[in-house]
């Protein structure tokens, strides 16, 4: 896992905040190997070895929540028929398989959900459901090739899907009539990914990351179905708000990494980003420029500049129970967001680098940022979403951070200081 928080490399885009970089680890292929817990709070299992020696290795780890085990029972005891839950769960599973030397194939797969869920059971005719979940799904394959010693490339397909959904389903028992009604809403946004990457070695002192990827988006920004029945008679079933919008975004990059001098070392890149929606399209350069500097054998001066663009809108809401995310994409009405972000850092090590010190200082100004509206309800799919929220809003986020971590001995930990704050402006 790899934090980044300014001075930005080029090969990364499409959003104004950090960015957290995952990677998973490559099953075992020599042995088979495992390892599991069993927990109140959750239970974890993970096993990884060889489908065959030396040549496809796989690795599967799965995890649960497991408290509303627990919770469901004792609140249907505790409120007469009532019984509340709250779970999560993830998957991740990745398949290696190395063809050659010089050829790799990886499939990567990752499905992760949260779900609250109330129940209330009055008898088997008279039962009523409320659920909220949003989760995360992820499939992606990936092919490494090694062309020589100085260059190699990744050609990466992806499928991505976030949703969120709130569903209630009350089923009942009146007279000699059974009814049932369903109320659901749901936002999703899907990407089909296509990315070709190169890294190409000019010597030792410059590297050069350079690459392009086309993103096919559709986004379900809020749909709301509807459905009655009486007797097992369907009386309605519709469904009305935002349809599917689809949009595309073309990205290209050019990366140098460059030991300028022994104690110089310089990452320059430029980023275009060109997204198309509704017979409309959107241009972005954005230049990257990060500078380090090395004051002794153990201190680092960096100094650093980033432009981004995002061209998707996101509105967090928050009401009675768990705030909800929301996700909306830029348009000729709401156009993206961007941001100018500055840093300058200083970090150094003292005992023979067995203690580190870091201290940051930032500054970000963005524009284009948008807001749901006062006294506006973001889920009223009667009317344009673009209409319910505030827009052209100027955000300035500014801060100090500072950092002390011991990393190794009998006693390691860290502490940390962050003066922040960030301040939103809109028109109204």
Same mark, same amino acid.
């Given at each position: 896992?790899?934090?980044?928080?300014?001075?930005?490399?080029?090969?990364?885009?499409?959003?104004?905040?950090?960015?957290?970089?995952?990677?998973?680890?490559?099953?075992?292929?020599?042995?088979?190997?495992?390892?599991?817990?069993?927990?109140?709070?959750?239970?974890?299992?993970?096993?990884?070895?060889?489908?065959?020696?030396?040549?496809?290795?796989?690795?599967?780890?799965?995890?649960?929540?497991?408290?509303?085990?627990?919770?469901?029972?004792?609140?249907?005891?505790?409120?007469?028929?009532?019984?509340?839950?709250?779970?999560?769960?993830?998957?991740?599973?990745?398949?290696?398989?190395?063809?050659?030397?010089?050829?790799?194939?990886?499939?990567?797969?990752?499905?992760?959900?949260?779900?609250?869920?109330?129940?209330?059971?009055?008898?088997?005719?008279?039962?009523?459901?409320?659920?909220?979940?949003?989760?995360?799904?992820?499939?992606?394959?990936?092919?490494?090739?090694?062309?020589?010693?100085?260059?190699?490339?990744?050609?990466?397909?992806?499928?991505?899907?976030?949703?969120?959904?709130?569903?209630?389903?009350?089923?009942?028992?009146?007279?000699?009539?059974?009814?049932?009604?369903?109320?659901? #809403?749901?936002?999703?946004?899907?990407?089909?990914?296509?990315?070709?990457?190169?890294?190409?070695?000019?010597?030792?002192?410059?590297?050069?990351?350079?690459?392009?990827?086309?993103?096919?988006?559709?986004?379900?920004?809020?749909?709301?179905?509807?459905?009655?029945?009486?007797?097992?008679?369907?009386?309605?079933?519709?469904?009305?708000? #935002?349809?599917?919008?689809?949009?595309?975004?073309?990205?290209?990059?050019?990366?140098?990494?460059?030991?300028?001098?022994?104690?110089?070392?310089?990452?320059?890149?430029?980023?275009?980003?060109?997204?198309?929606?509704?017979?409309?399209?959107?241009?972005?350069?954005?230049?990257?420029?990060?500078?380090?500097?090395?004051?002794?054998?153990?201190?680092?001066?960096?100094?650093?500049?980033?432009?981004?663009?995002?061209?998707?809108?996101?509105?967090?809401?928050?009401?009675?129970?768990?705030?909800?995310?929301?996700?909306?994409?830029?348009?000729?009405?709401?156009?993206?967001?961007?941001?100018?972000?500055?840093?300058?850092?200083?970090?150094?090590?003292?005992?023979?680098?067995?203690?580190?010190?870091?201290?940051?200082?930032?500054?970000?100004?963005?524009?284009?940022?948008?807001?749901?509206? @006062?006294?506006?309800?973001?889920?009223?799919?009667?009317?344009?979403?673009?209409?319910?929220?505030?827009?052209?809003?100027?955000?300035?986020?500014?801060?100090? @951070?500072?950092?002390?971590?011991?990393?190794?001995?009998?006693?390691?930990?860290?502490?940390?200081?962050?003066?922040?704050?960030?301040?939103?402006?809109?028109?109204?």
């Amino acid at each position: 896992v790899k934090l980044v928080k300014g001075g930005f490399p080029a090969h990364y885009g499409g959003r104004l905040s950090s960015v957290l970089d995952v990677r998973m680890k490559e099953g075992n292929m020599k042995k088979f190997q495992g390892n599991g817990m069993i927990g109140i709070l959750a239970s974890k299992l993970s096993v990884e070895g060889p489908i065959k020696k030396d040549t496809i290795s796989y690795i599967i780890s799965c995890r649960r929540m497991m408290y509303d085990l627990i919770t469901r029972p004792l609140t249907k005891i505790a409120f007469n028929g009532l019984s509340i839950g709250y779970y999560f769960y993830d998957f991740n599973g990745k398949i290696n398989y190395k063809i050659s030397d010089k050829n790799h194939l990886f499939l990567s797969i990752y499905l992760g959900d949260d779900k609250m869920i109330s129940k209330t059971t009055l008898n088997k005719m008279d039962i009523s459901t409320n659920s909220m979940q949003w989760g995360n799904q992820l499939v992606a394959f990936r092919w490494n090739h090694v062309f020589n010693q100085k260059l190699f490339s990744n050609s990466t397909m992806s499928y991505t899907k976030y949703r969120y959904t709130t569903t209630f389903d009350n089923k009942a028992k009146e007279g000699d009539n059974n009814t049932s009604n369903y109320w659901g #809403y749901i936002s999703s946004i899907q990407d089909f990914n296509a990315k070709l990457d190169f890294d190409y070695y000019l010597n030792k002192k410059w590297k050069m990351k350079y690459g392009t990827n086309v993103i096919f988006h559709n986004y379900t920004p809020g749909n709301t179905m509807l459905k009655e029945m009486l007797n097992s008679v369907l009386l309605q079933d519709t469904s009305f708000g #935002y349809t599917n919008i689809y949009a595309t975004t073309l990205n290209t990059y050019v990366e140098n990494e460059v030991n300028i001098t022994s104690k110089i070392f310089a990452n320059i890149g430029l980023r275009s980003s060109m997204y198309y929606i509704n017979d409309k399209l959107f241009r972005s350069i954005e230049p990257r420029v990060l500078f380090s500097y090395k004051l002794g054998v153990l201190s680092v001066l960096k100094v650093s500049y980033s432009k981004m663009q995002q061209h998707t809108h996101f509105i967090t809401t928050y009401g009675v129970g768990m705030p909800t995310d929301l996700y909306f994409p830029a348009t000729d009405f709401v156009p993206p967001s961007q941001s100018k972000q500055v840093a300058l850092g200083f970090s150094t090590s003292f005992f023979n680098e067995k203690l580190e010190f870091s201290a940051e200082l930032y500054h970000k100004k963005s524009t284009n940022i948008i807001s749901s509206k @006062e006294g506006v309800n973001i889920f009223n799919t009667t009317s344009d979403w673009q209409y319910n929220v505030e827009l052209k809003g100027i955000g300035t986020s500014k801060g100090f @951070e500072l950092l002390v971590q011991k990393k190794e001995g009998i006693t390691n930990g860290w502490f940390s200081y962050t003066l922040s704050r960030s301040t939103h402006q809109f028109s109204n």
